[in-house]
């Protein structure tokens, strides 16, 4: 029974090998009689060391435009100002007072309404001051009387010297009191001193007023001044008749122009500040005493100045740049920057009037890139 079964077994491994070597032989067969062709046979490296890649598109295709945004640099006036704020005054002011005691009688203005100069405004009871004059005159018509008899008797050498100085003094005096009755009198009637607008009064008819009470406001208000103060630094550049504007909150996007006509010869001791008065016309009279006031003091109209957007600035370290777009290119450029107005630079060299910069996109692009302008966006609500 052993034997069967070990004829079995190596007839198995006869089999295992005899398909081994077919498998082999079958491999083998195309390599070896596989024809040859010399037109077509490629030489195989021994050592297999790869190719260097070359970019393909640099050398069919251009390189990349990038899209910017650009403005022209434009030549034109510009000034240089200081700005401050500052306060409406009238350009005459006053409180209408009394100079005597007394009862008023009469009040002669409407609130609120213009009065011309020398307009009566309040007249007082003057029924003593009128009694206090015809007795002045009395006396003087007296005193005159007894003067021409004294002048008389002196000329026929009857009187003595002294009564004719005597008669002479009395009448100078009489004359005196006279006239110190008329301006008493005239007292009881207020006017005003100039034309200009008048308030709202503090008293009525009836009321017993003293002297230095106030009795209504009167302001002038054809032309405004306004105050206000600069920095010191500014005084070598600060004179009078310069230009001004000022705006104020009661009538916006309106510019009211004016002039400096005074500055204080002290400077603020507290805020090292320079005092300046100006005058402004207040046509329809409608700005008003007491408003507060943007002012915009014009220091020189530069009439050719070369500006840009402020977005075209490009600092590194402490100088300034743009870039100029030049045959599609962009050309960093170093600029020196003067007045700063309104969303807008100078440039006191650098650029050229009409040249291109670049005013968005330059965190893209580096000298020499090649740019393709585009539209502005219009920023989002």
Do not use: C, W
């Not at 077509?40 to 390189?63: N, R």
């Not at 916006?252 to 002039?259: D, Q, S, V």
């Not at 996109?361 to 966006?377: N, S």
Request: proline share 7%; glycine share 8%; no cysteine.
């Amino acid at each position: 029974m052993a034997e069967p079964r070990r004829r079995h077994g190596l007839s198995l491994g006869l089999r295992l090998v005899l398909a081994g070597i077919l498998l082999a032989l079958m491999v083998a067969l195309p390599v070896f009689f596989h024809p040859r062709h010399p037109s077509t046979e490629v030489a195989v490296p021994t050592t297999l060391t790869p190719a260097p890649i070359e970019p393909v598109a640099t050398k069919s295709e251009p390189s990349k435009s990038v899209l910017v945004e650009a403005a022209t640099v434009t030549k034109g006036p510009l000034t240089e100002q200081v700005t401050a704020v500052g306060s409406l005054r009238s350009d005459e002011s006053v409180v209408i007072t009394s100079e005597i005691a007394g009862r008023i009688d009469a009040i002669h203005f409407k609130e609120g309404t213009s009065v011309a100069k020398g307009a009566p405004l309040i007249s007082l009871d003057d029924s003593v001051y009128q009694a206090e004059l015809h007795e002045a005159e009395a006396k003087q018509v007296l005193a005159e009387q007894k003067n021409q008899r004294v002048t008389e008797l002196f000329s026929r050498k009857i009187a003595s010297e002294s009564s004719k100085e005597e008669a002479a003094s009395d009448l100078a005096v009489a004359n005196a009191a006279t006239e110190l009755a008329k301006a008493r009198l005239e007292k009881t009637r207020i006017v005003a001193p100039f034309a200009g607008i008048v308030g709202l009064r503090q008293v009525s008819v009836g009321d017993y007023i003293t002297p230095g009470e106030a009795l209504v406001g009167l302001d002038a208000i054809e032309q405004i001044k306004v105050d206000f103060k600069v920095p010191e630094k500014y005084l070598p550049a600060v004179r009078t008749g310069q230009p001004i504007e000022i705006k104020v909150d009661a009538f916006p996007g309106e510019t009211f122009n004016g002039e400096v006509y005074a500055i204080d010869p002290r400077v603020d001791i507290e805020g090292r500040s320079i005092f300046i008065r100006a005058r402004v016309p207040n046509k329809g009279e409608r700005l008003r005493p007491g408003q507060f006031a943007r002012v915009i003091l014009i220091r020189e109209v530069k009439p050719d100045a070369l500006t840009v957007p402020e977005a075209a600035i490009v600092p590194k370290g402490e100088d300034q740049f743009v870039f100029k777009i030049v045959d599609g290119k962009a050309q960093l450029s170093k600029v020196s920057i003067g007045t700063r107005r309104a969303g807008r630079v100078e440039l006191v060299d650098g650029v050229s009037a009409g040249e291109l910069v670049v005013t968005a996109g330059q965190l893209k692009i580096r000298d020499g890139a090649a740019v393709t302008v585009v539209p502005a966006q219009e920023p989002k609500a």
